[in-house]
C-alpha cells in the first residue's frame, strides 16, 4: 500500500472487520430463532465461553454496554449502591444507565489506574442505616480502559472477593478487554468463574468479531439476565451469523493479542521522546495513552495526524489515546512512529 494513501485508524479496537476465515464461518452458521432458544451457533457460542471461565451459563446480546448493565439490574434493587472505580465504563462511558436502568447510586472510588483493592473498597462499604443506600454490587474493569489498559491479575482480585463474601456483595467483572489481561497475566480463566458473580466479555475489540459480548454466570442468574434482556430490546432472532464470529475469534484470536500489546510498546516508546509530549502512561497492553505539552490543543493534534491517514482519539485534557489491534501491521506501525515525528 502506498503510504500517501495509508488509512491507519488506532481510535480502537473496536474499528477491526471480519477475516475472510470469520467472515466464512459466519456464512456458513446454522441458525435459528434465539428468543425461542434455537439458534444453534448461539447456544454453542454461549456454553463455548461459559466453559472457558468455568461458569454454568451464557447469554449472548449485541454490546457489553448491555451485558453490563443487565447485570447491574439482577444483581441491585432500586436505592442500592455499586462501587467502581471513577475511572470505570460502567460509569462513565454508558450513558447514565445504572441511574436509568437500575435506581442505583455509585460510590467512586480512586484506585491505582483504575484499579481497586480491599483496603479501598472497605471503607466505602455503607453500614445498615436509613440514611445510606445499601452497598450491594463491586464492578472490577479489567483491562481498565482509562488506565492505559492496566490489568488485575487473579491474586490481585482474590482479596477483593474474599471481601464481597464476607461483606455480602456481589461481584461482576466488566471484562471488555479479559484476554488482553489473560494473554499477559497468564492466569487461568476458571479462576475469574470462581470469584465472580457476573462477568461480560466482549468479541468485538481484540478479538475482532463484529459485533457482540457474552454475559457469563450461575444459571439462575442467566435466566434473569435473559428476562432482562428482553425487557431492553435484546432479544435477536438467527443471531447465529454473529455468534459464529464470536466463536471464531475464541478460536483464532487470543493468542495474537499479545502482538497487538508489542506493537503498542513500540508506539510507547517511540512518543517518549518526541518533543511535545510530557508524559506516556504505562503500556501494559494494547492501549497507548500521551499527554501533550499545553501548547499542543487535542484536536488539532487529532486533525493534523488525520491528515497523514492516522487516526486517534482524544481523551481528556491534553490526553490522546492510541489503540492498536488485528488489523494494524507493522508497516502501518512505521507509517504511525514517522508520522508523529512530523507534528510540531
Same mark, same amino acid.
Given at each position: ?125 455503607? =453500614?445498615?442505616?436509613?440514611?445510606? =443506600? ?211
Amino acid at each position: 500500500m502506498d503510504q500517501k494513501s495509508m488509512i491507519v485508524d488506532l481510535r480502537s479496537d473496536t474499528v477491526t472487520r471480519p477475516s475472510a476465515g470469520m467472515l466464512d464461518a459466519m456464512m456458513s452458521a446454522k441458525v435459528g430463532d434465539d428468543v425461542f432458544g434455537e439458534d444453534e451457533t448461539v447456544n454453542a457460542l454461549e456454553s463455548k465461553t461459559a466453559d472457558i471461565f468455568g461458569m454454568e451459563a451464557g447469554l449472548f446480546c449485541p454490546s457489553g454496554t448491555m451485558t453490563n448493565q443487565i447485570a447491574i439490574k439482577c444483581f441491585t434493587n432500586p436505592l442500592e449502591e455499586v462501587i467502581c472505580d471513577e475511572t470505570a465504563h460502567v460509569y462513565r462511558y454508558e450513558g447514565g444507565g445504572i441511574a436509568f436502568n437500575s435506581s442505583a447510586s455509585v460510590r467512586l472510588l480512586y484506585g491505582d489506574r483504575g484499579r481497586l483493592n480491599p483496603e479501598l473498597i472497605e471503607p466505602h462499604v455503607n =453500614p445498615d442505616n436509613i440514611h445510606y =443506600p445499601k452497598t450491594s454490587l463491586v464492578v472490577l474493569e479489567n483491562t481498565v480502559n482509562r488506565g492505559g489498559g492496566s490489568y488485575y491479575s487473579t491474586d490481585q482480585i482474590e482479596p477483593i472477593y474474599h471481601l464481597c463474601r464476607m461483606k455480602g456483595l456481589y461481584l461482576h467483572l466488566d471484562g471488555a478487554r479479559i484476554f488482553n489481561a489473560l494473554v499477559e497475566t497468564k492466569d487461568d480463566p476458571k479462576d475469574y468463574g470462581n470469584m465472580f458473580d457476573g462477568i461480560s466479555v466482549c468479541l468485538s475489540k481484540g478479538l475482532g468479531a463484529p459485533v457482540g459480548s457474552v454475559l457469563l454466570g450461575r444459571e439462575e442468574f442467566i435466566q434473569k439476565a435473559k428476562r432482562v434482556r428482553k425487557v431492553f430490546g435484546g432479544g435477536w432472532r438467527q443471531a447465529g451469523y454473529l455468534a459464529a464470529a464470536g466463536i471464531f475469534a475464541l478460536d483464532n484470536n487470543i493468542e495474537r493479542l499479545a502482538e497487538d500489546h508489542q506493537r503498542a510498546r513500540i508506539l510507547g516508546e517511540a512518543v517518549k521522546s518526541l518533543p511535545y509530549v510530557s508524559s506516556v502512561m504505562p503500556v501494559d497492553t494494547n492501549i497507548v495513552i500521551i499527554e501533550l505539552d499545553p501548547h499542543l490543543k487535542p484536536d488539532e493534534f487529532v486533525e493534523k495526524l488525520n491528515h497523514f491517514g492516522v487516526k486517534c482519539n482524544t481523551f481528556g485534557k491534553q490526553m490522546i489515546r492510541f489503540v492498536t489491534h488485528l488489523d494494524l501491521n507493522d508497516t502501518m506501525l512505521e507509517h504511525t512512529i514517522q508520522t508523529l515525528k512530523k507534528i510540531h
